[in-house]
């Protein structure tokens, strides 16, 4: 049975780490590096940093905090915002991530993924896709949620997984931040449509959220989530002894 991974998203904006609802009124939370030693040191399975404004602020992604916080953790890194070209891919690799997650970057170049799941490998290319239903449609958004590139996202994410995508991370922009549970309609039709690990984002709001993620998507590999981790609302190791009480299999 595959195990199921716990992943803290940190949105990190102007050196700090952030959180709104629906991808809007963004809040000042905690330092990035001290936020990513405590969820190492608590039992998360990987981190994800999102530098969230490089996108739209048309500038590259930090790198000091990067290097400073991939020293301090012993847990799988991915990071994004802002990664445009192979020598972003380069760079942040460098800087100490294990994988690189594109979204903006790769819908302004349609060829961003291939060449990077040819130069690193599939498994180190993630594609995050911000997903909001439009006139009931799962519609592709970029610049973090601020652009409708009228794209359907089922057919965006079979693309990218075509192309060398290694693992997709579904982003709702409906659920973002709510606390009413996760997208489970959207989650659903991603994945029946592809055959790599999908991740949940978006709506987490208790222990609860997980398990019926977990039991009513059992293709879904991983459950990520911002707010109920950084305010404390939710302990990880309280929500792995719950999830494997529910049968769910788990790293303890």
């Not at 330092?31 to 981190?47: C, M, Q």
């Not at 009413?180 to 039709?189: I, P, R, V």
Request: net charge negative.
């Amino acid at each position: 049975m595959i195990t199921k991974r716990i992943i803290p998203c940190l949105d990190v904006k102007d050196g700090r780490v952030v959180k709104g609802v629906n991808f809007k009124g963004l809040n000042d939370v905690s330092s990035p590096v001290s936020l990513a030693d405590f969820y190492s040191k608590s039992g998360a399975d990987e981190l994800v940093f999102y530098d969230i404004t490089a996108s739209a602020e048309g500038r590259k992604l930090f790198t000091d905090i990067l290097t400073e916080a991939a020293e301090k953790i012993f847990i799988p890194l991915t990071v994004g915002g802002g990664i445009n070209t192979v020598d972003d891919f380069d760079r942040v690799l460098k800087c100490g991530a294990d994988k690189v997650s594109v979204n903006s970057g790769a819908i302004k170049n349609r060829s961003l993924i291939s060449e990077a799941a040819k130069k690193y490998g599939d498994q180190c290319v993630v594609l995050s896709a911000d997903v909001k239903r439009v006139d009931g449609r799962f519609t592709v958004f970029a610049r973090g949620g601020r652009d409708n590139t009228g794209m359907d996202a089922i057919e965006w994410i079979k693309k990218c997984v075509s192309d060398g995508a290694g693992e997709i991370v579904v982003n709702s922009i409906d659920t973002d931040g709510v606390k009413g549970g996760f997208d489970l309609e959207m989650l659903e039709a991603v994945c029946d449509a592809v055959n790599v690990p999908v991740i949940a984002s978006g709506g987490a709001g208790c222990m609860d959220d997980f398990i019926k993620l977990f039991k009513a998507i059992p293709k879904v590999d991983a459950g990520l989530a911002a707010s109920i981790f950084h305010f404390g609302e939710v302990d990880i190791k309280d929500l792995k002894e719950k999830l494997k009480d529910n049968g769910i299999n788990v790293r303890i």
